[in-house]
């Protein structure tokens, strides 16, 4: 309703949210990334860090950049996929992964693996080490996805800062790690390249999880700290994604933040390891044959 003096009411809406929703609507006009089932606060936070790093005085400029500025989705993206990890992330779950989830992959003659938002690729070659020590690998294609290409090209050469070895060493030890991660890399300055025979059987591509479907058959699907970022009808669907992509009796590794529970998709799963979020896909759900 109109207020006395004749004029429309002000909605009751800030003036950066308006900003954030048209930014975000130029994304996906204008470049198809759809943003619009990111769970709302933790990307109007980044949307609003983009804005900072870059300089602009407001969001609005950031649309602009992204609507006539060639180039300047890469860096819109890399701002809002927050591509951060770590070698043996979680040490207790690739720990879990070796104890509870290889033995059973040991039966199939060849084994299929999707990480999903690998960002710059510590996860893969983490799993390509364990499986490798598991004397695994030689039957194994994993499948390193992630929408962010920059991420993705950075995952390809596994170079890393030398500064992250010590961690990393740490966890791959807490992991159950049979020799030194040092065996795995060559360092150099201050950088450390991971052995480039350990992405042999990877195959790292270009797949958004709000968009794209299914595109293998997996024994083992591991999506960590990837779904935080997704409102829950979103989460669902990508959790539809997986099991669709799932044999019968495959599993699938979510972050130690991440959760079933609310899921309708949650009743095709059964917890192998409910603390580690690991999750077998039910005999009696849809999965492959
Ligand atoms: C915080 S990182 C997680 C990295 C790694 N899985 C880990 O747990 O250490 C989140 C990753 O998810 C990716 N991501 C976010 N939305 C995505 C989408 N719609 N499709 C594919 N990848 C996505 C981001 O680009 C980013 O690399």
């Not at 030398?162 to 961690?167: D, H, I, K, P, T």
Request: glycine fraction near 6%.
């Amino acid at each position: 309703m109109n207020s006395p003096a004749g004029k429309a009411k002000a909605p009751d809406t800030s003036l950066e949210d308006i900003e954030v929703e048209l930014f975000v609507r130029a994304l996906k006009l204008r470049h198809g990334y759809d943003f619009s089932q990111y769970a709302p606060a933790s990307l109007k936070r980044r949307v609003l860090q983009l804005a900072h790093a870059q300089d602009t005085g407001n969001v609005s400029e950031l649309t602009t950049r992204l609507l006539h500025e060639p180039g300047f989705l890469s860096v819109a993206l890399e701002g809002l996929s927050v591509p951060v990890s770590e070698m043996f992330r979680d040490p207790d779950v690739f720990l879990a992964l070796r104890e509870q989830v290889f033995p059973v992959l040991a039966s199939y003659p060849q084994i299929n693996i999707w990480q999903a938002g690998c960002a710059h690729g510590q996860e893969v070659y983490s799993l390509a080490i364990l499986l490798e020590e598991a004397g695994l690998y030689e039957r194994t294609q994993i499948y390193a996805t992630d929408f962010n290409e920059a991420a993705l090209q950075q995952a390809r050469e596994g170079i890393y800062p030398a500064r992250e070895a010590q961690l990393w060493s740490r966890n791959y030890l807490a992991a159950g790690g049979r020799h030194t991660l040092a065996d795995y890399y060559s360092a150099r300055y201050e950088f450390i390249k991971l052995d480039q025979r350990l992405n042999r059987h990877v195959i790292f591509a270009n797949h958004n999880l709000v968009t794209d479907e299914v595109f293998c058959e997996a024994h083992l699907v591991l999506c960590r700290n990837v779904l935080i970022y997704f409102s829950d009808p979103l989460q669902d669907r990508t959790l539809a994604l997986f099991r669709d992509s799932l044999v019968r009796g495959g599993f699938l590794c979510l972050g130690t933040r991440e959760s079933l529970d609310f899921a309708p998709s949650a009743s095709d799963f059964a917890p192998v390891d409910a603390a580690r979020r690991i999750y077998r896909l039910g005999s009696r759900s849809a999965g492959r044959d």
